[in-house]
Nanobody
């Protein structure tokens, strides 16, 4: 069974840092484009407002960042440990959200059209995601 389990969320003051982790199992992690997406607290992942904050290709050599997090967040992956990471620095109140780790596949094959994003010449959609981890930025 495919599984993605996120961890590392919590309550942090503005300007602080957090490192999110995602443990993958049940599928060939190294074969997938992976992403961190976020949704406002209380809203379902497939509801309006979902944002892809960062993505990384299967080998880890190419990354994407939303303008809202560029220069503050860093996505990385360890294909030996089957883990995805998101280092978040200089956090702002507007970063408050539930953060999900997700696999991305070509949009036509995706499980949901809730988010379609053009990366490296291909449109990708979300295919599988975890339960998410809540990040709250507040003083």
């Amino acid at each position: 069974e495919d599984q993605l389990v996120e961890s590392g969320g919590g309550l942090v003051q503005p300007g602080g840092s957090l490192r999110l982790s995602c443990a993958a199992s049940g599928f060939t992690f190294s074969g997938y484009v992976m992403a961190w997406v976020r949704q406002a607290p209380g809203k379902g992942l497939e509801e309006k407002g979902l944002e892809c904050v960062a993505a990384i290709n299967s080998g880890g050599g190419s990354t994407y960042y939303a303008d809202s997090v560029k220069g503050r967040f860093t996505i990385s992956r360890d294909n030996v440990k089957n883990k995805l990471y998101l280092q978040m620095n200089s956090l702002k109140t507007e970063d408050t959200a539930r953060y999900y780790c997700a696999t991305l596949v070509p949009a036509g094959a995706a499980a949901t059209q809730a988010l379609v994003i053009g990366l490296w010449g291909t449109d990708y959609g979300l295919d599988y995601w975890g339960q998410g981890t809540l990040v709250t930025i507040s003083s």
